[in-house]
């Protein structure tokens, strides 16, 4: 006899919408799948948005068939280099176990878009806007264009860009070794543009640094590393260092944490993504990474 075995439903349906639409288009794409297979990340003009609520994927595969079975349909010719009679700015990946599906829809989720008959379905009930808005009703209402055309960043004073409490803006090398400590490690690296240019990083434990030809400190970068060193550095971006909770930034720079995937895979929108915070004056910014809700990786780059 063999024991019942758990047969694991790992369900999971991603959104995606337009942004803002592509400024390398004179005419925008009529369908966002067009702009999906240029684009990498989640950026300024695709968003993305995350549910694994099991419920909305088994009600949306339900749709998608009923769609074809009893909705009004007629033609939407939307393809690259023709438009006529629709926009798709949306759509939805369908995953239960290793079976995936995909749905589009119109400007208001009020219709079903195939791309292989070239034809809408409408949802004269709203039965698809009623489940697409209770799972992903904070997604789908906001104006994104509006808000990343007004889109600022909280700012810091470049003295908040710390090591072990020590501002290193506008630190020399030499000032570097002798305020915080001599460096373990040089790597020179030789890049063949004309004119040739040689770029050198210098390291203390998982911190590199970069010096511009003014010879100050032009980049600072720290890595997460579960290596153990017997004496500990550590860079802090406004009390916010490497392996902090995401809800620390959160707390305090309601501007920057706006979007919360931004630069985050498409294929995982809700993982590894950063934040930015400007620095006062105009001298330089700071990239916060966050994975798995802690902070990874910071990147700072100083305009001396």
């Excluded at 438009?83 to 990946?93: A, H, K, Q, S």
Aim: proline share 3%; with cysteine; net charge neutral.
């Amino acid at each position: 006899m063999c024991s019942a075995q758990d047969i694991k439903d790992n369900t999971k349906v991603i959104a995606y919408r337009y942004g803002t639409q592509s400024s390398n288009y004179f005419s925008p794409p009529c369908n966002i799948i067009t702009d999906l297979k240029k684009q990498t990340t989640v950026n300024n003009v695709i968003q993305a948005s995350v549910s694994y609520d099991s419920e909305t994927v088994y009600k949306l595969l339900q749709l998608k068939k009923q769609a074809k079975k009893n909705w009004y349909a007629e033609e939407c010719i939307c393809k690259e280099g023709e438009r006529r009679g629709g926009y798709i700015p949306n759509m939805y990946i369908v995953q239960v176990n290793n079976y995936r599906d995909t749905i589009y829809t119109t400007q208001d989720n009020c219709a079903l878009f195939f791309p292989d008959e070239q034809m809408k379905y409408y949802d004269d009930e709203s039965l698809l806007q009623d489940v697409l808005n209770k799972t992903f009703g904070a997604f789908l209402s906001r104006d994104f264009k509006k808000e990343i055309a007004l889109r600022e960043y909280d700012s810091i004073s470049v003295n908040r860009i710390r090591i072990n409490d020590k501002p290193v803006y506008n630190f020399t090398r030499k000032k570097f070794e002798k305020e915080v400590t001599p460096f373990q490690l040089v790597r020179t690296d030789s890049l063949f543009f004309k004119p040739a240019t040689v770029s050198k990083e210098y390291w203390v434990n998982n911190i590199e640094a970069q010096f511009e030809n003014s010879g100050k400190l032009s980049q600072i970068n720290m890595h997460y590393n579960e290596i153990s060193y017997p004496e500990v550095f550590n860079l802090t971006v406004a009390d916010i260092g490497v392996g902090d909770s995401e809800e620390k930034i959160l707390d305090t720079y309601s501007c920057s944490t706006t979007f919360r995937n931004w630069g985050a895979p498409l294929s995982e929108p809700d993982n590894n993504y950063y934040y930015q915070i400007s620095f006062t004056e105009g001298k330089g910014f700071a990239f916060i990474y966050i994975r798995d809700k802690k902070v990874e990786r910071i990147e700072v780059t100083f305009f001396n």
